[in-house]
């Protein structure tokens, strides 16, 4: 049976750190605040930003939230970023995703200042990430890099396979493994023999956002899995990652559970990323 990486004690971890960091500013005299932007009333998306401001609160993290009407205009959202990119006392700005249909969310990412830009979304910080030039990197890739190392996972020269391309976990995931010196794979939707490729994983990252796609077939033994996904599973409150646990947890060496692994690293990182967003001012 697989050992668990404990994602809650990891991230409560890294929450004191940050903690510990952001008293240390105050007490010269620097605060560290992050401007959280919702637009309208999805209910993920409320609670989402409900559990950034309890993290904020938790690490001594100023948040300044600006709660607009589902009505906002590109204009009206693009002139709030302007100044916010503008005031000095403002360290981070994370603007909700999804928003609603009629705004253009590429424009409104990229209208962030790459020097704000906590959750690491925009193209400079991407670009930065993949050239190897400090940066900010989105929450969720960053979370797991954390994950693996404090789970005492062996990063240098492991082949590691990345299941999912998207812009916010697949493809940061895989240049931060790179990073790491692993050897890196990235599958996908047409990759062909994905259980192949899987089974020949030391580490492996699913975020495809299938429930249950990767069962224990799918994985090498003693192999560290990580699972990106979450999903409630039909008719109940439970969830399940994109990983079969039960089968996968028979075969893995280490392994995350869902709920309580990859999750409650996001916003660790997003405090994180303040954090450093202040340092790097200071
Ligand atoms: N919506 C779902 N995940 C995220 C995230 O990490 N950041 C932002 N801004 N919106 C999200």
Do not use: W
């Not at 904020?56 to 589902?70: A, D, H, R, V």
């Not at 069962?215 to 699972?227: L, P």
């Amino acid at each position: 049976m697989a050992e668990l990486i404990d994602g809650k004690k990891i991230s409560q971890d890294l929450k004191d750190e940050v903690k510990e960091k952001v008293a240390e500013l105050k007490a010269q005299g620097v605060e560290v605040t992050l401007a959280v932007i919702l637009v309208g009333n999805d209910p993920a998306s409320t609670v989402y930003v409900g559990n950034k401001k309890k993290a904020c609160e938790y690490t001594g993290i100023n948040s300044k939230s600006f709660e607009l009407p589902e009505e906002t205009t590109q204009e009206e959202l693009m002139k709030l970023i302007k100044d916010l990119n503008e005031d000095d006392s403002v360290n981070g700005i994370l603007v909700q995703l999804p928003l609603p249909k009629h705004l253009d969310e590429d424009k409104v990412i990229r209208a962030i200042s790459p020097n704000k830009d906590v959750d690491g979304f925009h193209p400079e910080s991407v670009g930065r990430l993949s050239i190897g030039v400090p940066g900010f990197v989105s929450c969720t890739p960053a979370g797991v890099i954390e994950l693996l190392k404090r789970s005492g996972t062996v990063l240098d020269g492991a082949n590691a396979v990345v299941v999912g391309r998207s812009n916010i976990v697949g493809k940061p995931m895989s240049v931060l493994l790179l990073r790491e010196n692993a050897t890196v794979t990235i599958c996908h939707s047409h990759t062909k023999n994905l259980k192949e490729i899987c089974k020949a994983a030391d580490i492996l990252v699913v975020a495809i956002g299938q429930p249950k796609f990767i069962d224990g077939s799918y994985i090498k033994e003693g192999a560290t899995v990580i699972d990106v996904g979450i999903h409630r599973i039909d008719g109940t409150k439970k969830l399940c990652g994109d990983v079969d646990f039960d089968s996968a947890a028979e075969v893995a060496g280490k392994i995350t559970p869902v709920p309580g692994g990859v999750g409650p690293m996001t916003i660790a990182e997003l405090m994180n990323n303040c954090l450093q967003s202040a340092l790097m001012c200071k």
